[in-house]
C-alpha cells in the first residue's frame, strides 16, 4: 500500500499533530496498525475518530476495517476516559464475597453504569473479571491501586478522596 | 491436472481447484452459504463439509480443501446431513424466521436449505438478536438480525469493489457486519453486497415490498447506461420492471453491477415518462395522435428531400442498438440525401472515429476486455475511468490486487483508482494529456526502448522527427511532471512484457479527442505493444451504444456537417430542419447558450425521447421512445462485444421504439418496403459492416459475441494544443460522476438518491483559500457564462484545478464550458 504524505483533515477539538506524529514514527514498519493505534490511545487516552480517518488516509487502509479492529479488542476504547478508572472484580470468589453490593453502590454513587464515563471525566467504571487476588475479595481497583475486602462504607470514601484529587496530570 | 473421485465419480480438474470446484465440473452440488466463486475461500459456515476417505472420514470443507491426486470424496453421508441440519439449527437460532415478509423468501438459500435439509424443530432454544434496523437508507435495507455472518458482504465491497464499507465488529456473541461507528451506510451503492447476501439482511430497499421473487418474470439483458455492457436480468411483473436480479452466471463481470445498472433501472417505469406524442400548437406543445404527428414530420421531411437534403440533419444518441442507430443513417443517406448526422456532439467519438480510424485503421479498440486481467501493466488514462466505466474499474481492481498487474495513471485528478496497491500516479496539468504521451514516445525512442517492428510502421520518420520537440525537458514545467518521472513510466511502459492502455471518452471529456487518441496509438505501435493478449488500447466508449454508433457510421462520412456544424448551420439558417433522437444537447453539449440559440433557431425541431428533456422542450414535434425494456435489439460495447436486449414489457403509454419510428419514416422516404424486424435490419448490418459479417441476431444468443478486429497500423504525428494559463484562474475539468451516466440517469432513482444534484469539487488548499467549505453554495465564473453549484472539498483535486459532473439539467455545466478540454474559472461566495 502507497503510503500518503501527512494530510490534515480540519476538525473542531482534535489536534492532529499528536496522531501526525504517531503515523509518522510508524510509517515504514509492515504491520503498523497496531502499533499507531496503541500510541494513538496513549497520547489522547481515547482513540478520536477523527485519528481514524486520519490513520485510514494515511495508511491507506479503510476506515471501517480500522473500526472493526479497534472494537474487536478491548484494549481500545473510542469514548474519551476518565482520569480514575475504578476497576470491580466480580469474578467468582468477589461475587460470592458480595461483589453485585459494591457495584450497584458505585453505580448509584457515580451516576453512571458499566464501560460509562461521568461528564465531568473524573471517573470510568468497569466491571472485571477475577483480578487474580480472590483473597482479597471483593475487590476494586482505582487505577494502580488495589483497594482490598470493599464495602459499601469504603465505596463512598474512595469516591471521597477520589474525588478531590487534581485533574491536571 | 488432478484425478479423484467425488460420490463414485471420476473428474480431473487443475490442481489449483477445490473440491467445491471439482463436484461443480462432475455436475455434483454442495450446498454453501460462505462461498463465492468471485471472492477468496473463507471457509466460516461448514455449510459444504463433505467426507475424505483419506482423511479417515473426518469433515472437511469442500469449500476451501484443495484437491489431490487419488482423492476419494463422499458428499452426501447419513453423518453430513446431521452435520449440515446441525450448521442450520444453529443458523436459526438466531435467524429471525420472518420469511412472509422478508424480500429474499425464495432467494434465500438459508430457507432454500432448511427447505431442503427438512429442519422443521430446533433442539436448541436462544433470544433473537435485538441489532437496530436501517431503515433510513434510501437504497440498502440493513437488517443485521437476519446476517448469518457469512462476511461475502465485507468480501466484496473489499475484494473487488475495493470500497471497504463493512467490517466485523465487536467480538463472540455481540459480533454484527457494520459500518465505522456503526453509522449509516454511505459507499457507492453498487449494490454489489446486496446481490450476494445469502439472506435478507441487505435488501434493496426500492424494491422492497414490490413483489415476491417468484412471481417476477426474469427476463435477460444488457445495462442501458455506459459503454461496459454489463449483462442483466430485469424483475418483471405486471407490465413494469421493478428490480433487476443478480445472476453470477451473467457476463464476465459474473452478475456484478453498479449504481446505475443495479438501481438506475427506475427511469423504464417513471412517471415522467411521455405518454403521447406532442405537436407544438400556438406556441404550446400539445397531446397529438401518433398519425398527426408521423404525417407532419414525414411531410417536412419530405419537403427537406426534395430541396435537396442539405437543409436537413440529424443528432442521434449512441443509446440506440444498432439496428435503430443503421435506420437513423439510412434515413438520412438514402431517404434524405443527407450527410449532416452525428452523435456525442462529435468530439465524444473523435478518439475512435478519427483517432483510432487513421492510426489502426479501424474505428474499434484493438483490445477486448479480458486483456485487462490479462497484462501486465495497465495505463490508465485519468482516474474517472473508474467513475466512467466502475465495472471496468472492479476488473483493475483485480487484476491489480489479485494479479499483481502494475498500474500507472495519468491524471488531472487523484481518485480511487490511485489508492490501489502498487498504483502509481502522475497527476499532471490538466489538458497536458497529449504532450505528455508524446513525451512517453519521445523517451522510448531516444532511450532505444522501440520494438524492431516500429521503424517498418508508415509515418516512422516523420513522428521521429515530431517528437524531438516533445523531450520531458521540455514539456516537464508545461505538464508539471518531473522529467525523471515522465522517463520512468515511458521506461515501465516499454519494458512491461505487455501492457494496456484505457482510455475513457465521453461528453464529459473534450480533451479524450482524435490528438490524444492518436499520440496513444503511437505509443503502442512504437513498442509493438498491440494485436497481442493483454496489450493494446482500451477506449472506454461513454454510452451503451457508443462502439456501435461507431462502427455503423453514424457521422458525416461524406463531407456533411459534423455536431458542431449542425448547430452553426441551425444559428445561421443553412439547416432548417433538425431530427435529434435520444440526444440531449441543451444539458450535453458544449456552450449552453448557443446551443439554445441553434435549436430556438431551427424552422422544424422534431424530437424523439423518453422525456421531455430540456431540448425536447423547444420541439415542435416530440414522439415519445421506448427505453431498453421495451424494445429488442443489439448494442456494441467496450472491447467490440456486441450483445442482445430483449424486450422486457410492453411499450410504456403510447410509446414507440425508436426503430418503429425510424423503420415507417424510412419506409416512406425511400419508398421501399418497411424491414419486417430487427432480426432482418440486423442480417443488413452483417451483410454491409464488415466487422459484423457472418453474424445473426439469433445465434448471438445470450452471451453475444465479440467482433473481430485488424488493424492497418501508421504513424500519425499528434499535435498538443496549447493550453493558455490565465493566472489567477481555477482550471475547471469536467466528467463523469460515479453515480451517473450521460443524462438519463437523472430519471432514475437510485442515482438521483446518492447524487441529486450538481456539484463543483475543490481540493483542500484552494477551499481554504476560499473559505469554501462543503456544502457551501459557490458561484463558478468563467468567459462564457456563471453557474451556482454546491462545493465538495476533498483530497482527489491537486490546487488550482476544480471538477464539475456534467450530467444535471439545472445548473448544467455546458452553461460555462464551452467545449474546452480546460476552462478558466474563478470562484466566490
Ligand atoms: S453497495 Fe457496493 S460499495 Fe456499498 S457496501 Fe455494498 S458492495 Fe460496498
Ligand atoms: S449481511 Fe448478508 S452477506 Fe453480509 S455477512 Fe450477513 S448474511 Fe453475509
Ligand atoms: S452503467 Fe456501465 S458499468 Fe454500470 S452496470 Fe451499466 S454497463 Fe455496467
Ligand atoms: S474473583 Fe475477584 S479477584 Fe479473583
Ligand atoms: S461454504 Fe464452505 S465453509 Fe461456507
Known amino acids: 500500500m502507497s503510503n500518503a504524505p501527512a494530510e490534515e483533515i480540519p476538525t473542531a477539538d482534535i489536534d492532529l499533530a499528536l496522531a501526525n506524529h504517531v503515523i509518522d514514527k510508524y510509517l515504514t514498519l509492515p504491520g503498523n496498525l497496531m502499533p499507531v493505534l496503541q500510541g494513538i490511545q496513549e497520547e489522547y487516552g481515547y482513540v478520536p475518530k477523527p485519528t481514524i480517518d486520519l490513520v485510514a488516509e494515511r495508511l491507506n487502509i479503510y476506515p471501517s476495517q480500522i473500526y472493526g479492529v479497534l472494537t474487536f479488542y478491548a484494549q481500545f476504547h473510542l469514548k474519551p476516559r476518565g482520569k480514575f478508572i475504578i476497576r470491580v472484580c466480580v469474578g467468582t470468589a468477589c461475587h460470592v464475597q458480595g461483589a453485585p453490593r459494591i457495584v450497584e453502590t458505585f453505580f448509584d454513587k457515580l451516576g453512571i453504569g458499566h464501560a460509562e464515563t461521568t461528564p465531568d471525566l473524573r471517573f470510568t467504571f468497569e466491571k472485571v473479571a477475577c483480578l487474580g487476588a480472590c483473597g482479597m475479595a471483593p475487590l476494586a481497583m482505582v487505577n494502580d491501586s488495589t483497594y482490598g475486602s470493599m464495602t459499601v462504607q469504603k465505596v463512598g470514601e474512595i469516591i471521597a478522596d477520589y474525588s478531590q484529587r487534581p485533574m491536571k496530570k | ?829
Request: glycine share 10%; with cysteine.
Open chain 2, 1 to 829: 491436472m488432478v484425478n479423484l473421485t467425488i460420490d463414485d465419480t471420476q473428474v480431473t480438474v487443475p490442481k489449483d481447484a477445490t473440491i467445491f470446484d471439482a463436484a461443480k465440473a462432475a455436475g455434483i452440488r454442495i450446498p454453501i452459504l460462505c462461498h463465492d466463486k468471485k471472492l477468496q475461500p473463507f471457509g466460516g459456515c461448514r455449510m459444504c463439509l463433505v467426507e475424505v476417505e483419506q482423511m479417515k472420514g473426518r469433515q472437511i470443507p469442500a469449500c476451501t480443501t484443495p484437491v489431490t491426486e487419488g482423492m476419494i470424496v463422499r458428499t452426501t453421508t447419513d453423518e453430513i446431513v446431521k452435520a449440515r441440519k446441525l450448521v442450520l439449527e444453529l443458523l436459526l437460532l438466531k435467524h429471525p424466521i420472518d420469511c412472509p415478509v422478508c424480500d429474499a423468501a425464495g432467494d434465500c438459500d438459508l430457507q432454500n436449505l432448511t427447505y431442503e435439509y427438512k429442519v422443521n424443530l430446533n433442539r436448541f432454544q436462544d433470544e433473537k438478536f435485538q441489532h437496530q434496523i436501517d431503515y433510513e437508507n434510501p437504497l440498502i435495507e440493513r437488517d443485521m438480525n437476519r446476517c448469518i455472518h457469512c462476511g461475502k458482504c465485507a468480501r466484496i465491497c473489499d475484494e473487488i469493489v475495493s470500497y471497504g464499507a463493512y467490517t466485523f465488529m465487536n467480538r463472540g456473541i455481540e459480533a454484527k457486519i457494520g459500518t465505522e461507528f456503526d453509522g449509516p451506510l454511505n459507499c457507492e451503492f453498487c449494490g454489489s453486497c446486496v446481490s450476494v447476501c445469502p439472506v435478507g439482511a441487505l435488501i434493496s430497499r426500492p424494491f422492497k415490498f414490490k413483489a415476491r421473487w417468484w412471481a417476477l418474470n426474469k427476463v435477460k439483458s444488457v445495462c442501458s447506461y455506459c459503454g461496459t455492457g454489463c449483462q442483466l436480468t430485469l424483475g418483471v411483473k405486471d407490465g413494469k420492471v421493478l428490480t433487476t436480479i443478480y445472476d453470477e452466471n451473467q457476463g464476465f463481470h459474473n452478475g456484478q453491477l453498479c449504481t446505475r445498472g443495479r438501481f438506475g433501472y427506475q427511469f423504464v417505469n417513471s412517471d415522467k415518462r411521455l405518454a403521447t406524442p406532442l405537436i407544438r400548437k400556438n406556441g404550446v406543445l400539445q397531446q397529438a395522435s401518433w398519425d398527426e404527428a408521423l404525417t407532419l414530420v414525414a411531410a417536412k421531411l419530405a419537403e427537406a428531400k426534395n430541396a435537396g437534403g442539405k437543409a436537413v440533419a440529424g443528432l442521434v444518441t449512441a443509446r440506440l442498438t444498432n439496428e435503430e442507430l443503421f435506420l437513423f443513417k439510412k434515413l438520412f443517406k438514402d431517404g434524405l440525401g443527407s450527410d449532416n448526422i452525428d452523435h456525442s456532439a462529435g468530439y465524444a467519438h473523435a478518439a475512435l472515429t478519427a483517432g483510432a480510424m487513421e492510426s489502426f485503421g479501424t474505428v474499434a479498440s484493438p483490445a477486448a476486455i479480458s486483456d485487462i486481467q490479462a497484462s501486465d501493466l495497465l495505463l490508465v488514462v485519468k482516474t474517472d475511468a473508474y467513475e466512467t466505466h466502475p465495472v471496468l474499474g472492479f476488473e483493475i481492481n483485480l487484476g491489480v490486487k489479485r494479479k499483481e498487474i502494475d498500474l500507472r495513471i495519468i491524471s488531472d485528478k487523484r481518485g480511487k483508482l490511485a489508492k490501489l496497491p502498487k498504483a502509481v500516479t502522475y497527476v499532471h496539468k490538466p489538458g497536458q494529456e497529449v504532450a505528455l504521451v508524446n513525451a512517453l514516445a519521445q523517451v522510448i525512442l531516444a532511450e532505444n526502448l522501440q520494438d524492431a517492428t516500429a521503424t517498418g510502421i508508415e509515418g516512422f520518420e516523420a513522428l521521429k522527427q515530431q517528437l524531438a520537440d516533445y523531450a520531458p525537458e521540455n514539456v516537464a514545467a508545461t505538464c508539471g511532471l518531473d522529467a525523471d518521472a515522465i522517463k520512468n513510466l515511458a521506461r515501465d511502459y516499454a519494458k512491461a512484457a505487455k501492457a494496456l492502455i484505457i482510455l475513457p471518452l465521453g461528453l464529459g471529456y473534450p480533451g479524450h479527442g482524435k490528438a490524444l487518441a492518436q499520440a496513444i496509438a503511437n505509443l503502442t505501435l512504437l513498442t509493438g505493444k498491440v494485436g497481442k493478449e493483454g496489450c493494446g488500447v482500451l477506449y472506454l466508449g461513454e454510452k451503451n451504444n457508443s462502439q456501435g454508433a461507431a462502427d455503423l457510421g453514424v457521422y458525416p462520412t461524406a463531407g456533411g456537417a459534423d455536431a458542431d456544424a449542425i448547430m452553426t448551420g441551425c444559428l445561421n439558417g443553412s439547416i432548417k430542419t433538425l431530427i435529434v433522437a435520444g440526444e440531449n444537447p441543451v444539458v450535453s453539449y458544449p456552450d449552453r447558450k448557443r446551443v439554445e440559440a441553434a435549436l430556438d433557431k431551427v424552422e422544424f425541431l422534431v424530437v424523439q425521447d423518453l422525456f421531455l428533456t430540456e431540448t425536447a422542450a423547444k420541439a415542435h414535434v416530440v414522439l415519445p421512445a421506448c427505453s431498453f425494456a421495451e424494445k429488442g435489439g443489439t448494442y456494441t460495447s467496450v472491447g467490440r462485444a456486441v450483445q442482445r436486449i430483449n424486450q422486457a414489457i410492453k411499450p410504456v403509454g403510447e410509446a414507440r421504439s425508436d426503430f418503429a419510428i425510424l423503420n415507417g419514416l424510412v419506409a416512406s422516404l425511400t419508398g421501399s418496403a418497411p424491414y419486417a424486424d430487427v432480426a432482418a435490419v440486423f442480417a443488413e448490418i452483417a451483410a454491409t459492416v464488415p466487422a459484423y459479417a457472418g453474424l445473426s441476431l439469433a445465434e448471438l444468443g445470450d452471451t453475444g459475441a465479440i467482433l473481430p478486429v485488424t488493424i492497418k497500423p501508421r504513424f500519425v504525428p499528434a499535435g498538443a494544443a496549447v493550453i493558455p494559463v490565465e493566472s489567477g484562474k481555477l482550471a475547471l475539468v469536467t466528467g463523469s460522476a460515479l453515480y451517473h451516466c450521460g443524462t438519463m440517469s437523472r430519471f432514475g432513482e437510485g442515482p438521483m438518491h446518492v447524487c441529486p444534484e450538481g456539484y463543483v469539487e475543490l481540493g483542500r488548499d484552494d477551499a481554504r483559500a476560499l473559505s469554501v467549505k462543503e456544502g457551501d453554495t459557490v458561484v463558478v465564473k468563467s468567459a462564457s457564462g456563471e453557474l451556482k453549484l454546491k462545493a465538495k472539498v476533498g483530497t482527489r483535486m491537486p490546487q488550482g484545478v476544480v471538477f464539475a459532473p456534467y450530467h444535471f439539467g439545472e445548473a448544467s455545466v455546458n452553461s460555462i464550458a464551452a467545449g474546452a478540454a480546460v476552462t478558466w474559472v474563478s470562484i466566490s461566495k
